[in-house]
């Protein structure tokens, strides 16, 4: 008898471990469905239609009024990207995301902060990008 509660004690000690280390581990690094999109990450006045989002022209001012981790908007190679909601989804330290926030982040992007000797994000960064998307940066005047 005793042997049997092990054993049912053990499966349920494992289960529960996997459990915790699926859910846990793949929903602090995948962002919601719906995460970034223009109708969750901010009211329906500040977000541009979706149809908007590769047209609607952000100068350097509008886009340095989005400078919080709260509020967070980049431009990366010429696209402004609200990342928002994504900040607390990031795999580094929050502190890592938010100095950019408000700025022209492209050489950051390419290597992960480090200047001259990082690295580039990965192709699932890459893929993720599109849907952060709120529009062009605009030429500064």
Do not use: Q
């Amino acid at each position: 008898m005793m042997r049997v509660v092990v054993l049912v004690a053990t499966a349920l000690f494992w289960l529960g471990v996997a459990s915790f280390a699926w859910h846990g581990w793949h929903d602090s690094v995948t962002p919601p469905a719906d995460a970034g999109s223009p109708a969750s990450a901010a009211p329906a006045a500040s977000a541009p239609a979706v149809d908007d989002r590769s047209t609607r022209r952000i100068t350097p001012t509008e886009l340095a009024r989005h400078a919080h981790s709260h509020d967070c908007w980049l431009a990366i190679d010429g696209a402004v990207y609200d990342v928002s909601t994504y900040g607390p989804l990031h795999p580094a330290e929050p502190e890592v995301l938010s100095v950019w926030c408000g700025r022209e982040a492209s050489a950051a992007y390419r290597t992960k902060g480090y200047a001259g000797s990082g690295r580039p994000h990965s192709a699932r960064a890459d893929a993720m990008l599109p849907r952060y998307r709120v529009g062009t940066l605009a030429p500064a005047n």
